[in-house]
């Protein structure tokens, strides 16, 4: 068995605001069967610290950025964890980076600074007797795992996943000195990044392997347009970037056997949930395609472009019922939408149960991103036979197959595509989708075809097993 530390800011179930949650996750359980022995290093916020009931300490800091603190070892759902027990750092209830006010904690380069030193040092120390040959960690939040482990004399191989390169973990450079990083790397080959201090510079800069959660977002990284004033690094780093496909929980998201939604496994199946999602959010019959959406509200998600191309939806007898939470100004407009329009309902909030039976129930899940590294919802649709409308964009480029003329000509297309991402091309993407919908034989083969997608993690995990045993090969 290979032993793999993964350093991750949240993971699911215990602690989640979005897909990197689901990643960290799900990986242990997709990589145990490739002889990979993982274990997630994550900080101990009260969710998590209740769900580590009988974790033992295994490590004690005299101070760990400002206080004492501890290091626990358990098992939580599933997961072989380490936790650091650190009030001063994590006791914190809810969204593990805002404060009630709704912004980002003041300390938070602090706070992940300390998750990534905890993860050098076990890196260089082990912990409990277990002793990883690979660290990876997880975006900005383990950016600094690299710096820590040069201070501590070196370790093990690093990995690092960029999920979302919109998160640098930038900062200023007068707290180089509260991040215990060493002055003499604030240079262009270390942690500097456009006048300060980037986490995730440290991390791309540092790493020994790149990784990103999809092959069209490893290109795109590398371009002004997607790489966030990062795309010269990534360039610098192309050999050591590869993409790797995500996959989701097929067994959390199964149609045939999901608690949360009347089970399915066809099309006839599936009318059941569409029906009782329509009662739920007070939606009338019409003779389209019942559109969901489930998404952080943000501008990377595109859902203003939604807002613009939404007439030509309900033109044709569709409808919109979405969930989702976020930026204020989205979450206003698609309220009073859903208040001024009886074809379409808005839930703002987060709520798992109230996704599972949108995906269910909806006859096309949009997603509109302008950028998507990976994205899971079209996967989650893919699989519930709820059909993708994605940008051409990261990983919607390569997990949905366009019905173009051709492949729907062959009888392979699973979703729709649009390009460039903007409210003209989605509007033509919608009235495309009505137009399928119409042609109810073509529409069952669209269901049956992305129902049988694969979108598992067997293929990916076998690429980070390979990427694990690739690293820690003896020369
Ligand atoms: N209001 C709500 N209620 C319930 N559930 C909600 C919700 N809003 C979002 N979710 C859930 O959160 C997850 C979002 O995952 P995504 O991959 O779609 O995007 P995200 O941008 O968070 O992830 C980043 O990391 C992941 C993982 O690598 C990449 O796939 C992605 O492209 C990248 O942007 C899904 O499981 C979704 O169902």
Redesign the pocket.
């Known amino acids: 068995m290979i032993r793999v530390l993964s350093v991750a800011s949240e993971c699911a179930p215990l602690v989640?605001t979005?897909?990197?949650a689901?990643?960290a996750g799900a990986l242990p359980a997709a990589l145990r069967p490739e002889g990979v022995d993982m274990r997630t290093l994550l900080p101990g916020y009260p969710a998590v610290m209740s769900a580590l009931r009988d974790g033992a300490e295994i490590g004690r800091f005299d101070d760990l950025f400002g206080s004492p603190a501890r290091l626990l070892a358990g098992q939580a759902a599933g997961l072989d964890l380490l936790v650091i027990d650190a009030p001063h750092l994590f006791g914190r209830a809810g969204n593990p980076y805002l404060g009630p006010d709704g912004r980002d904690w003041p300390d938070n380069p602090e706070r992940f600074a300390a998750l990534s030193w905890v993860g050098a040092h076990v890196g260089v120390h082990g912990a409990g007797g277990w002793q990883p040959q690979v660290l990876h960690g997880h975006d900005w939040q383990a950016g600094f795992v690299t710096e820590y482990l040069r201070q501590m004399g070196g370790g093990p191989a690093t990995v690092l996943t960029v999920?979302?390169i919109a998160f640098t973990g930038a900062t200023a450079a007068w707290r180089m000195h509260s991040l215990r990083l060493d002055p003499g790397r604030f240079t262009v080959d270390g942690y500097e990044y456009w006048g300060g201090i980037s986490a995730l510079k440290a991390g791309l800069m540092g790493a020994d392997a790149l990784t990103t959660?999809s092959p069209t977002y490893a290109e795109e990284l590398m371009t002004p347009e997607f790489g966030m004033g990062l795309d010269g690094v990534m360039r610098h780093r192309r050999e050591s970037l590869t993409g790797i496909l995500?996959g989701i929980d097929t067994d959390a998201w199964n149609p045939a056997a999901d608690p949360a939604v009347r089970p399915y496994r066809d099309l006839d199946g599936k009318a059941a949930n569409t029906a009782a999602l329509r009662a739920e959010m007070g939606l009338p019959d019409a003779d389209g395609p019942l559109c969901v959406i489930?998404?952080?509200m943000t501008h990377?998600k595109g859902l203003d472009l939604v807002l613009e191309a939404l007439p030509a939806l309900l033109d044709h007898g569709g409808r919109l019922a979405l969930?989702?939470?976020g930026d204020p100004t989205l979450e206003y407009a698609f309220r009073t939408l859903g208040e001024q329009n009886p074809h379409v309902a808005v839930r703002i909030?987060?709520?798992?149960g109230?996704?599972h039976r949108l995906i269910a129930g909806g006859d096309a899940i949009l997603v509109p991103s302008r950028f998507?590294?990976?994205?899971?919802?079209q996967m989650?649709g893919l699989r519930y036979g709820t059909i993708p409308v994605v940008g051409l964009t990261?990983?919607l480029a390569d997990t949905v197959i366009n019905a173009s003329p051709a492949a729907l000509a062959q009888g392979v297309a699973t979703g729709l595509q649009f390009s460039p991402v903007t409210a003209d091309a989605l509007r033509g993407a919608l009235v495309r989708l009505c137009l399928l919908y119409r042609d109810r034989e073509t529409w069952s083969r669209l269901v049956a075809n992305a129902m049988a997608q694969p979108v598992g993690w067997d293929q990916s995990a076998r690429a980070y097993a390979a990427l694990y045993a690739r690293l820690t090969a003896e020369p």
């Open positions: 989640k979005g897909g990197l689901d990643v999920h979302n959660v995500n489930v998404s952080r990377q969930l989702g939470s909030g987060y709520d798992e109230l996704s998507e590294p990976c994205g899971l919802t989650y990261g990983g």
